[in-house]
């Protein structure tokens, strides 16, 4: 299955002033994380984030967090409930009937709110909170996608046990580059060449 950038949303776990020099090649990461966000404004993907206890562990990056849509602050390490709201709005609610409309079971029912199915998700620690987000979302029937160039642990192989265990489940391991063309589908998307100059 191809991403879909009119069927994606991406999450960005936890990348925190305070969390990021602890995490094993940070700085490739963040980078990778940036890039992530960077591409998704190009395409209209909307971009959420999570910080975990932020009076402990600080914001969001300065360099990521105005390319968030909203951040969303969490106390356990899953982020799946602060996010819920997010990734599926509540539907409009319906409208009673009056005099001079139809009775309630002839009304036509408001349409749905607009639903991405699918989770592009990536963070820290890989281990922790970005695993344990990854699999409540995917046990509430997201498709998520793990962009494992874009997640850390302060140790590799926390990080690596981590992937193991998300594959295992269910979730797809990608790449950020791999996302990126997949949202273009095409060199003749119009976002092409400021996406391919994003990945350079």
């Not at 990778?32 to 591409?39: P, S």
């Not at 984030?49 to 990521?64: F, V, Y």
């Amino acid at each position: 299955m191809l991403l879909d950038a009119d069927d994606s949303q991406l999450v960005l776990i936890d990348y925190q002033g305070r969390l990021m020099p602890a995490i094993h090649d940070h700085a490739f990461v963040l980078a990778n994380a940036r890039c992530l966000a960077e591409m998704a404004k190009l395409v209209g993907v909307p971009v959420w984030a999570t910080e975990q206890n932020p009076d402990k562990l600080g914001p969001t990056d300065p360099s990521l967090a105005p390319l968030c849509d909203e951040i969303v602050s969490k106390m356990d390490f899953s982020g799946a409930q602060e996010l819920q709201p997010l990734l599926a709005p509540p539907a409009p609610a319906q409208r009673g009937g009056n005099a001079r409309s139809l009775p309630r079971h002839l009304q036509k029912p408001a349409a749905p709110a607009s639903e991405r199915s699918t989770v592009v998700i990536a963070g820290c620690e890989a281990h922790v909170c970005l695993m344990q987000t990854a699999l409540m979302l995917l046990e509430a029937e997201w498709d998520v996608c793990v962009v494992t160039d874009a997640c850390g642990s302060r140790t590799e192989r926390n990080r690596d046990a981590a992937y193991d265990r998300l594959a295992g489940a269910g979730c797809e391991l990608v790449t950020t580059e791999m996302v990126g063309f997949e949202w273009l589908r095409g060199c003749e998307h119009p976002e092409f060449r400021a996406l391919q100059a994003l990945v350079k």
